[in-house]
């Protein structure tokens, strides 16, 4: 099963992640605070 070509790198370095599209890894980045992250995670979490 393929992956749709949806491909997203993530880093945590503790204090920023840094998020990309791995089939782009020149283009455009994201970055932000670990804790607003976690937030972003948790909001899908609880839908």
């Known amino acids: 099963m393929g992956n749709g070509g949806n491909c997203v790198e993530v880093a945590d370095d503790g204090h920023v992640v840094h998020v990309r599209d ?26």
């Open 22 to 47: 791995s089939k782009d890894p020149e283009g455009p980045r994201f970055r932000c605070g670990a804790g607003a992250w976690r937030s972003f995670l948790a909001s899908l979490a609880d839908g």
